[in-house]
T-cell receptor, first 115, second 116 residues
Framework: DGGITQSPKYLFRKEGQNVTLSCEQNLNHDAMYWYRQDPGQGLRLIYYSQIVNDFQKGDIAEGYSVSREKKESFPLTVTSAQKNPTAFYLC??????????????FGPGTRLLVL | AQSVAQPEDQVNVAEGNPLTVKCTYSVSGNPYLFWYVQYPNRGLQFLLKYITGDNLVKGSYGFEAEFNKSQTSFHLKKPSALVSDSALYFCAVRAPHTSGTYKYIFGTGTRLKVLA
């Protein structure tokens, strides 16, 4: 997990509320990613960003939003439009998004629960 | 369609015995394959990857994986399992996405349980 931090470890959301998950990396990586993990479904890509001020939708972007104002930070907002937000959220980074051989490194995750 | 399959939800093995966690893939072009391990309530830790070259790849914690192009498989192996190896293991393949970028496609994970 070294080099990538996620906070909080646990997050509770009330119905209709937007919540923001933090992801910070000190690896000087250009690319950052958000995944959602549900039991028995593996990891699904929500959003990714290749460089500052740029990001792309992944496979399940609906109900989520991101920003990339700084190289080291890639926060994820779970909006009220996401009707089933309960999951484990993982942030990852890699040196680049365009290199075939790049390895992704993951943060420790945030577990989001709905009250 | 590009995909990764881990056919076993759980693998049980006795401590000291060899272990194998299976992975097969379907991807266009050259496959770039990865194995990760996840302990409870933690992020994924990188174990090893296959890019090119020798079909047997060695990684962290004594794990290795064998790439088999004809069978489109990338099975994870360890000669002698430890109780501390008990965890959730993910196979992933890197596939073209958009605008010259690549994305990871993950399998659904295999839970390894090593019995003392």
């Amino acid at each position: 997990d070294g080099g990538i931090t996620q906070s909080p470890k646990y997050l509770f959301r009330k119905e209709g509320q937007n919540v923001t998950l933090s992801c910070e990396q000190n690896l000087n990586h250009d690319a950052m990613y958000w995944y959602r993990q549900d039991p028995g479904q593996g990891l699904r890509l929500i959003y990714y960003s290749q460089i500052v001020n740029d990001f792309q939708k992944g496979d399940i972007a609906e109900g989520y939003s991101v920003s990339r104002e700084k190289k080291e930070s890639f926060p994820l907002t779970v909006t009220s439009a996401q009707k089933n937000p309960t999951a484990f959220y993982l942030c990852a980074s890699s040196r680049r998004a365009s290199g075939e051989q790049e390895t992704q490194y993951f943060g420790p995750g945030t577990r989001l629960l709905v009250l | 369609a590009q995909s990764v399959a881990q056919p076993e939800d759980q693998v049980n093995v006795a401590e000291g015995n060899p272990l194998t966690v299976k992975c097969t893939y379907s991807v266009s072009g050259n496959p770039y394959l990865f194995w990760y391990v996840q302990y409870p309530n933690r992020g994924l830790q990188f174990l090893l990857k296959y890019i090119t070259g020798d079909n047997l790849v060695k990684g962290s914690y004594g794990f290795e994986a064998e790439f088999n192009k004809s069978q489109t498989s990338f099975h994870l192996k360890k000669p002698s399992a430890l109780v501390s190896d008990s965890a959730l293991y993910f196979c992933a393949v890197r596939a073209p996405h958009t605008s010259g970028t690549y994305k990871y496609i993950f399998g659904t994970g295999t839970r390894l349980k090593v019995l003392a």
